[in-house]
């Protein structure tokens, strides 16, 4: 074993993340059983598909460059990228906005939104705001400010589902609430930063010398060649789901989907996310001082293993009573397709936790290969039952061990690329 895992602060900092999001978790599981009494299985299935074009999107606004700010050894090197990453994410602001305000995007139908060009522009600034919050949530991982980034996520999550309870009392069942509740988080998560980061508040972010940004594009170009193209495939199989689940299924089935895929998700943002980060930093230490991640891989496989068994366990059991009790009895079916989903969604565990390995190395070629397969079986696997009109349960179940098999593979060629074997 690597004695560096052994070391206290990486525990330390990984619980310090997992606080913050764990509070932010808890607000919001403790507002989604008046949410869902709120708003109606529609409405969230609509909400799910806003959620899958805004998660789609963001990721890519600054071309993934964001994930090479933890790399360079120096500061002001890693600044030169926080600096590129910004005028990157404006200028895909200003094209964003001008498609969606001079076009009418048919490829989804989100009412009272997708009618209204402003609503698709204040949108856009929200997805380009999204995008900071990465650079910035970069910037605080690289500086091992976990506080920070913990209670970034505690406003952003805090301010979204208290805006979307205040907006559903007031003005009932709309999707408005929802989206209107989901930009405003996002703007009190990069608020905290920004007020957070105060190394960064004396230093021209803009305003800067043009060849250091050259030089920064130049020797992360691996980033937006190949992570970029990753990032849309990435995006494709975790958050086209809903998109596509809507062009065969009813707005009803899909919001039943969306939460059970919210409550799955929990234990994925709270220790996997959170792993992930403190592992990203950690490995990158290791390189830099010429040491083996091997260990820190090995270890963190064997203990997601043994809590994606105690979680699925309990929810291929007790899914569908816990989620009538908590969500009301209009969501029920939500926990049995929670049952279904419990081989994708805890196989997704692994990843989620380990995938920045072949960011660490280096291997973007491997990462763009892994994606590709996600993507791929994800699509397959829904135009297949969706084609063949297959039911909603035994279309989810073709779905999830689809999922399982895609998410394996990945985890394969991540432990090939950790020299786990």
Known sequence: MDESLNKRSFSFNVLTL?????LAQGIGLIVIPLLTRLYTPSDYGYYAQYIAFFNF???LVHFRYSLAIMLPKEDHDALEVVRLCLRISISFGIILFLFLFFTQPSFFDLPGVTDNNWLLAIVAAAIVLGGITQVYTEWSNRAKNYI?????RVSQVGGMVITQGIAGFISGSTLLGLVFGHILGYVLGLSTLIYGNKNLKNKPLFFCPTQPLLNSIIRYKKFPLFTSWGGILD??????TPLLFAVYFSPDMVGKYALANTVLSAPIMLIGHSISKVLYQKMSENIKNGLSIKGLVR??????????????TIIYLFGPALFEFFFGDNWGSSGQFAKILVPAMFSQFFVSALSTVLLIKERQDLLLIAQTILALTTIGSILIVGILS???TLALTVFSITRAIANLVYLGIICKAARIF
């Open 18 to 22: 997992m606080g913050g999001t764990a």
């Open 57 to 59: 999107l963001t990721p």
């Open 148 to 152: 920070l980034m913990s209670l970034s």
């Open 235 to 240: 995006g494709i199989s975790s958050y086209g």
């Open 299 to 312: 270890v963190i496989l064997v203990r997601q293993f043994f809590v994606s068994s105690l979680i699925g």
């Open 390 to 392: 297959f039911d909603e």
